[in-house]
């Protein structure tokens, strides 16, 4: 994705703070909504993977179901422990739509650029990939009303 573009249109992820991840793919299932793949994992953030909530290195533990449907990932987070912005969003709005994922090359212009518009950095980290590479995001949001919320991920 160059920069010039703009992001919205490179939007590949719909990231959802669930109370329960299990009770969502159920549910899903029963109204005959399923994945071709899905997978359901648990991952711990902390400082060994750089992370930082709000400027802060943190830790939070979450459970994630992550689907493709339509061309589209489909991304539900459940927070099992410490901090992250769904659950903020869940505490603020309940279950429902926490960000838009967007994935590119590098995540640093974009949180550059972010930054340029009003933006700032909610988390960011670090995470392993299962060939072993190492990937990075970041949640940005407006500084006045944190909503939409956009993810920058690069893998």
């Known amino acids: 994705m160059e920069m010039d573009d703009c992001f919205l249109s490179f939007a590949r ?8 991840v299990d009770r969502v793919i159920e549910n899903l299932s029963k ?7 899905l997978n359901v994992f648990e991952v ?29 990932d ?5 927070v099992l422990d410490g901090e992250h912005p769904a659950r903020d969003f869940l505490e603020a709005h309940g279950e429902g739509i926490n960000h838009l994922g967007l ?3 590098d995540i ?13 950095t909610v988390i ?10 190492q990937g990075s995001f970041a949640y940005m949001a407006q500084r006045a009303s944190r909503s ?6 690069a893998m």
């Open 13 to 20: 992820q719909i990231g959802y703070a669930v109370w329960d």
């Open 148 to 153: 939409p919320m956009f993810e920058f991920i």
């Open 31 to 37: 109204m005959g909504i399923g994945y071709d793949r």
């Open 74 to 78: 489909h991304e539900y987070i459940q």
């Open 108 to 120: 640093a212009p974009w949180i550059s650029r972010m930054a340029q518009g009003g933006c700032e």
């Open 44 to 72: 711990t953030l902390n400082a060994s993977t750089m992370y930082m909530y709000k400027g802060k290195y943190s830790s939070c533990t979450l459970k994630i179901a992550l689907g493709e449907f339509g061309g589209m």
């Open 103 to 105: 994935y590119v090359d």
């Open 124 to 133: 960011d980290g670090r995470f392993n990939l299962p060939d072993g590479r």
